[in-house]
């Protein structure tokens, strides 16, 4: 069975800050995002003791968070510099006039709209920006075919680095869950990460959101 790893981001000022990070601007990791980053880097190899895999692909969002964060997990795991697949289908959503906004900003600039996303961010488009089903299908053009390597039946892992909604939303599908409630029913932390398996008929979730193990003195 082949293992998907899920991974969003480490920390930015803007996320540590509530605010929305879209794909309108392409921040660093925080002092803190690159030492997080670093002990996700350990905690997944910790996981990959564990796990059975002849062979490795690391998959990373063009956005600057997302390079970084796969940086630091290459290093920790041993994968070649320049190694990874950038894929312009896992940027996050496009949040349009909201990107850089807290939630409560965005509700008093827009506030029947606000509700109305907040009540179906799926198929409500932030203004001037995505929906949630606009993510899903431009990243499904990745996940999808990465999945079906995965269940081939070899071992394999895939780690993906990606976004709060890419990840939330192909997570959601894969429970099953009504897609309307991708926000409400799960949290992606900065540098959390999430255990999917493949090749046995439905995928199996192992692990979600997952804490980076924190070493030890």
Not at 105 to 116: G, K, M, T, V
Not at 131 to 147: H, I, L, T
Not at 204 to 211: C, D, K, P, T
Request: hydrophobic share 40%.
């Amino acid at each position: 069975m082949g293992t998907l790893i899920l991974v969003r981001h480490s920390i930015t000022a803007a996320s540590a800050a509530g605010r929305n990070l879209g794909r309108r601007t392409d921040p660093p990791l925080a002092d803190a995002g690159h030492a997080l980053a670093n002990r996700l880097g350990v905690a997944l190899g910790a996981e990959l003791t564990e796990l059975p895999h002849d062979e490795m692909r690391l998959l990373t969002s063009p956005a600057t968070r997302c390079r970084q964060t796969a940086a630091a997990i290459a290093a920790a795991l041993g994968i070649g510099s320049g190694d990874e697949q950038v894929e312009e289908g896992l940027l996050e959503i496009d949040y349009g006039a909201w990107d850089g906004l807290t939630a409560d900003e965005c509700r008093a600039r827009d506030p029947a709209l606000r509700a109305a996303w907040e009540a179906d961010p799926y198929l409500t488009r932030a203004p001037g920006g995505e929906s949630g089903k606009d993510v899903a299908e431009r990243s499904n053009r990745v996940f999808v075919p990465v999945e079906a390597w995965l269940a081939e039946g070899r071992a394999r892992c895939a780690i993906v680095v990606a976004h709060n909604h890419v990840n939330r939303v192909r997570l959601c599908a894969l429970f099953g869950w009504p897609m309307r409630e991708y926000r409400d029913r799960i949290s992606q932390d900065p540098a959390g990460y999430s255990l999917i398996g493949f090749g046995g008929g439905t995928p199996v979730v192992r692990r979600v959101n997952a804490a980076p193990a924190i070493p030890g003195p």
